[in-house]
Antibody, heavy 121, light 107 residues
Framework: EVQLVESGGVVVQPGGSLRLSCAAS????????MHWVRQAPGKGLEWVSV????????YYADSVKGRFTISRDNSKNSLYLQMNSLRIEDSALYYC??????????????WGQGTLVTVSS | DIQMTQSPSTLSASVGDRVTITCRAS??????LAWYQQKPGKVPKVLMY???TLQSGVPSRFSGSGSGTEFTLTISSLQPDDFATYYC?????????FGQGTKLEIK
């Protein structure tokens, strides 16, 4: 069974930094691109970033470009999101998501349970 | 960036009804579209990909159609478990983008 378990979400002050982690299991991690998707409380889904299977290519939403960095460690089956210069509007539940097979970009399946980031003074 | 627009934003329907949700892309995306269902407090779940391919395990009352810029998700006979929020997502290019969501409510 595919499992994605996020961690690292906390309350942080505006301007602060945070690193989210996602531990993956149940599939061949280095065969797939991996994404972060976020959802602010009571709001819709927003794609944040993707990293290809080998880590060679990354893409970001304009809203986080230059502030967030996605990375992965295939030896540890882990995905990361380094978040700097955090803003109140970055407050959200952050999901780690596996790219679907055969296409890249692709659809998202499955999703982790999410880790909550709250940016507040 | 490709903008995705869903309609309606809210839909009230009854068990047994046939309902359709529309998703429009601001530019052509071929069939690179997925649909997700999200229930309150739960993780989104993929229903459909490549516009009309049903994900394994999803009931056959769900169907998808369209290509280019206009897409639909149809539920042929609503069941109590179907009341949720539905999102479309384009994966033609990055940044991948979602529609704003359609909340399907019990009438």
């Amino acid at each position: 069974e595919v499992q994605l378990v996020e961690s690292g979400g906390v309350v942080v002050q505006p301007g602060g930094s945070l690193r989210l982690s996602c531990a993956a299991s149940g599939f061949t991690f280095d065969d797939y691109s991996m994404h972060w998707v976020r959802q602010a409380p009571g709001k819709g889904l927003e794609w944040v970033s993707v990293i290809t299977w080998d880590g060679d290519s990354t893409y970001y939403a304009d809203s986080v470009k230059g502030r967030f960095t996605i990375s992965r460690d295939n030896s540890k089956n882990s995905l990361y999101l380094q978040m700097n210069s955090l803003r109140i509007e970055d407050s959200a539940l952050y999901y780690c998501v596996k790219n679907g097979p055969y296409t890249n970009p692709g659809w998202f399946d499955p999703w982790g349970q999410g880790t909550l980031v709250t940016v507040s003074s | 960036d490709i903008q995705m627009t869903q309609s309606p934003s809210t839909l009230s329907a009854s068990v047994g009804d046939r309902v359709t949700i529309t998703c429009r892309a601001s530019q052509r995306i071929s069939s690179w579209l997925a649909w997700y269902q999200q229930k309150p407090g739960k993780v989104p779940k993929v229903l459909m990909y490549k516009a009309s391919t049903l994900q394994s395990g999803v009931p056959s009352r769900f169907s998808g159609s369209g290509s280019g810029t206009e897409f639909t998700l149809t539920i042929s006979s609503l069941q109590p478990d179907d009341f949720a929020t539905y999102y479309c997502q384009q994966y033609d290019s990055y940044p991948s983008t979602f529609g704003q969501g359609t909340k399907l409510e019990i009438k």
